[in-house]
């Protein structure tokens, strides 16, 4: 039985805590505030993560470290540099293999579908950060420092997503939905679940080291065909969908810095936004859950 630390109890950080713990494994999910799902194989840290004296301490023994911290994101800058900065200290310090929880962010604008080995090629500083975590544990290995490996997803399907936080209850309730961007531009979306069993299986795979894997994910849906396929499985009515016009979401960023903060990443959602995750299909055999059993669990998500 393998001890895991994982920092961070959102969506994904608490369904890779979950997995481990039915596989048998001893969690550590750490917390400010010691939150997280209860089960006897978790146990909840409450601790300040960008203190790495303390991360350290938690981590000692460990065999991997996951980084699933997931700060607001107007607060990107001034949040994620001390805590990147205790992660690869407590990585170095213990030994435990780094594992990151990252997005598609830093690639910028790719024409034709986004391949793990691409370039980080984003040109905004926003964009571009967590790349820039990325290269810093890269550069942490090749010194000889840690062992290191991230895991990057489209959008998630079940929590944190356009799915869960605009349109499903809308949905559900049977009424319009109305969403934040184009309807009918095709779009990768990931399940938790499987970002989830991509982080425990590099964690412990010597294979994946050093490099970006993306999360097993379904063939791209447009907007009103995530819909349309939603309504359809949880036997709610016709899903009735209509786009925001840019200028009101533009407008509503003047009293939300969250809103605003997003206007940069709005291109992922008006070109082509598809990602291809077959290396990781075919390097560790992982399929992505099958669409109609995620979005099941997103409406159970949302019911409950």
């Not at 979950?18 to 750490?30: I, K, P, S, W, Y």
């Not at 979401?249 to 939300?256: E, H, P, R």
């Not at 990443?265 to 109609?292: C, K, M, N, W």
Request: glycine share 8%; charged share 20%.
């Amino acid at each position: 039985m393998a001890k895991h630390v994982i920092v961070g109890a959102g969506a994904v950080g608490s369904a890779a805590a979950l997995l481990l713990a039915e596989r048998g494994e001893q969690v550590r999910l750490v917390t400010r505030h010691g939150s997280g799902p209860v089960d006897p194989g978790i146990e909840l840290v409450a601790a300040d993560a960008t203190d790495a004296g303390r991360l350290t301490e938690i981590t000692a023994g460990a065999a991997a470290l996951y980084n699933c911290a997931s700060p607001l994101y107007h607060q990107w800058f001034t949040d994620w540099p001390p805590l990147a900065a205790a992660f690869l200290t407590a990585a170095e310090r213990t030994g435990a293999v780094l594992v990151a929880m990252s997005n598609l962010y830093g690639y910028g604008l790719v024409d034709g579908p986004i391949r793990p080995q691409l370039p980080t090629a984003a040109a905004h500083p926003k964009l571009r950060l967590r790349a820039e975590m990325w290269e810093d544990m890269l550069a942490a290995q090749h010194a000889g420092r840690i062992r290191a490996v991230e895991v990057r997803a489209s959008d998630y399907i079940e929590a944190n997503s356009i799915l869960s936080t605009v349109i499903g209850k809308a949905v559900l309730a049977g009424r319009r939905a109305y969403a934040p961007g184009p309807l009918d531009v095709q779009h990768s979306w990931t399940s938790i679940h499987d970002c989830a069993r991509t982080l425990v299986t590099v964690a412990a795979d010597e294979r994946a080291y050093g490099q970006v894997w993306f999360a097993p994910t379904n063939p791209p849906l447009t907007i009103r065909q995530l819909a349309t396929r939603f309504a359809r499985v949880t036997g709610a009515p016709e899903a009735r969908v209509t786009s925001i016009p840019y200028p009101v979401v533009w407008a509503s960023g003047l009293f939300s810095p969250l809103i605003r903060e997003l206007r940069t990443t709005r291109y992922q959602f008006t070109r082509p936004f598809v990602i291809d995750a077959s290396a990781t299909t075919e390097a560790f055999g992982l399929l992505p859950t099958p669409l109609d059993e995620a979005l099941l669990d997103a409406a159970a998500r949302l019911r409950g």
